[in-house]
């Protein structure tokens, strides 16, 4: 895993969140309160001139009460053959267990942030929450985007400048 600058970051981003999808990490690795979900739906960009990665958590998942209660979170993309565990870690809740007990992944300290990433990541980038929002349904433009909520449970989106982003030969610029 190299340091990568923002100027020498490669990816298809869109397949990147759409298909190879991150696990977002919240907590503090040093006193082990923490918790992982996979996630499929979120951007980079910028934003007040810093490089920003965009998250949306339902309030129903147990990583939002981390991301709450906490200053940073990472995102790790993982080579394909991790792709069942980020399965798992995206169906199963870590308020029942030790999901990350049952996967292939372990857990370890960024460079950066107090939030842990994992070590068989390829990809991590750390960021430091800026800005959050719920999404207001009476702001939908489209009605198709309700359909993404018969529970009524809307994301609340979170702004987190990128502090540090690591990753192997793969996302560099060549
Ligand atoms: C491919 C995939 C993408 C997901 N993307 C999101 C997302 O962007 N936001 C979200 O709130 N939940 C998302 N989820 C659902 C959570 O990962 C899932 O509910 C998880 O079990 C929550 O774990 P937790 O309760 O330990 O936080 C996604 C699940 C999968 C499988």
Redesign the pocket.
Do not use: D, Q
């Given at each position: 895993m190299k340091s990568i600058s923002f100027e020498q970051f490669n990816s298809n981003i869109f397949e990147l969140w759409d298909k190879q999808?991150f696990l977002?990490t919240s907590g503090d690795f040093a006193s082990g309160q923490y918790?992982?979900?996979?996630?499929?739906?979120?951007f980079f960009g910028i934003m007040w001139n810093k490089p920003m990665a965009v998250?949306?958590?339902?309030p129903?998942?147990?990583?939002?009460a981390f991301i709450e209660k906490y200053d940073t979170f990472t995102l790790s993309a993982f080579p394909d053959k991790y792709h069942n565990d980020?399965?798992l870690?995206?169906?199963?809740?870590?308020?029942d267990s030790d999901?990350i007990a049952e996967t292939d992944l372990r857990i370890c300290a960024s460079q950066k942030i107090a939030a842990p990433a994992f070590e068989q990541a390829e990809l991590r980038v750390e960021c430091k929450k800026m800005y959050w929002d719920d999404f207001k349904p009476e702001r939908f433009l489209d009605a198709d985007i309700e359909k993404n909520y018969p529970r009524k449970d809307y994301?609340r989106i979170y702004y987190g400048e990128i502090l540090h982003i690591s990753g192997t030969e793969k996302y560099l610029v060549k």
């Open positions: 999808w977002l918790n992982t979900m996979t996630v499929s739906w979120g998250v949306v958590v339902r129903v998942r147990h990583t939002f980020l399965k870690l995206g169906t199963k809740s870590g308020r999901k994301h």
